[in-house]
């Protein structure tokens, strides 16, 4: 017989469960509050403004982002692994996990762009016209901010679906059940 | 999030119908994520493909200006 997954108890699963929606939803927030700032260095030309955003979105992207997408990740696949959904079980679930990977894939290949352009912007030598021509991060701000809320439609709503793993379990298991 | 369930129902079937032996079929919304997702995909490719490459850089300036030169990038 297949070694069964061990199921957190319902104490411990209501803890990553607040865990995990934190720091899903605190990604979620600091990637508006990031996105705010890319708008700005995107249509601003004052120079003052611009050194501004480029620090901060420096910041927000290092110390608030990245840990908060590395952490919705891990707590991810702690529910998904430790409670009976599984992470191969439903659509919903293998769907939410990939996109989550990808979008923390994209987010730490922009975050060494994003911090180089800050070192420059809090560079004083640089020039007006060197900060103007920063590259925008606003695509990828914009697509990642989509994903993130298709993510929380997922989780929220929990449409309907089995994977074709997840049909093969459900059939082991009823059968295991008739069985006893 | 109140009203819905941590866990899925013991007898969770979905989109398997009452009775159903086969196994069941991929949800529409599946089918048109997967869609949407393959499209991304080949136009992110294209992008390779044509030389443009992807990423930060390739949005350059507001008005075309050269980006500047980041130190160890």
New interface residues.
Partial sequence: MAARRPIMPPALRKLALAIHLTTSVGWLGAVAGYLALDVTVSTSGDPTVLRGAWVAMGLIASWVVVPLAAASVLTGLVMALGTKWGLFRHWWVLISFLLTVGATGVLLSETRVISDSASLAADSSTTTDQLLALPSTLPHSVGGLVVLLAVQVLNIYKPQGLTPYGWRKLQEERTRRDVM | ?AD?P???AAD?????GPGAES??R??R??IA?GIIALVLILAVAAQFVLGLGH?????????G????Q????
Avoid at chain 2, 55 to 62: F, K
Avoid at chain 2, 70 to 73: R, T, V
């Fill in positions: 999030m819905q941590d866990e899925p969770d079937r979905t989109t398997v196994a069941p991929t949800p919304w599946v994520l990423g930060p850089a390739m949005h350059g300036g507001a008005d200006r050269p980006v500047p980041i130190a160890g990038s």
